[in-house]
């Protein structure tokens, strides 16, 4: 492991400084803020089945499924046995749990399980244990892309009375928020700042009919559209 140090140094090095370089060679740059997501996260505590006779048997059981998790998502129960993650038999708790740990957020895999003596294999996406938000300097060029349907998500459409506008990362400034119905006619608009930290917005639209709307998004010359539903019976 002492020998793989000064290599992993110096990829790190050349890394930032390639990023400096970059940075220095911008002809301006922007702060964007956005979410990470830090440890893969299925959402069941493990146990380990019972040791007769100094044989292990096979696999370990879910005890709990936490609730909105991926476990949840993907019909996972207590008294489950997973017998492999990926290709990699588990037969301890601590053997799953090192498994699942170690991916990333969002990582795609495949649980062997055993319910009711049948055995299926479930492709699962993990979830992310947490999150936080951090700064980092970019050139302004490259931000285009937080103007796009990959970066922000709306919730819950169809909306009832709000409508929850979540970006993943979004530079700080002045953007345009206007709602139009399917026809062009605009129906509300509104100026918001995005401060540190900034990466939400709430729309009332407790006012609107049922219907279709358009949600659009700009600041300077790029401009974000989506579609986004009323509906309240």
């Not at 440890?39 to 059981?61: H, N, R, Y």
């Not at 399980?113 to 302004?140: H, N, P, Y």
């Not at 970006?167 to 062009?184: D, R």
């Amino acid at each position: 492991m002492k020998r793989c140090l000064p290599l992993v140094f110096a990829l790190f090095s050349f890394a930032f400084t390639v990023n400096a370089q970059s940075i220095k060679d911008c002809k301006q740059t922007c702060t964007i803020d956005k979410i990470v997501y830090e440890t893969a996260f299925l959402g069941v505590q493990f146990g380990s089945p019972c040791d007769k006779e100094s044989k292990i048997d096979p696999g370990v059981i879910i005890l709990k499924v936490i609730d909105n998790t991926a476990a949840t998502e993907n019909n996972l129960q207590p008294y489950d046995l997973v017998l492999a993650i990926d290709d990699l038999e588990v037969n301890r708790r601590g053997d799953a749990m090192n498994a699942v740990k170690a991916y990333q957020p969002f990582d795609t895999v495949k649980l062997t399980i055993q319910r009711d003596g049948k055995i299926s294999v479930k492709t699962i996406t993990l979830g992310a244990k947490s999150s936080k938000v951090v700064q980092e300097e970019v050139c302004c060029d490259a931000i285009t892309t937080t103007l796009s349907k990959e970066n922000i998500s709306l919730y819950p459409n169809p909306a009832v009375s709000q409508l929850n506008v979540a970006f993943k990362e979004v530079l700080q400034g002045e953007y345009n928020f206007a709602i139009y119905m399917t026809n062009g006619v605009l129906v509300k608009q509104y100026k918001k700042h995005f401060a540190k930290g900034d990466l939400n917005e709430v729309l009332n639209v407790d006012k609107l009919e049922d219907g279709v709307y358009v949600l659009k998004i700009s600041k300077d010359d790029i401009t974000y559209s989506n579609l986004f539903v009323v509906k309240r019976n």
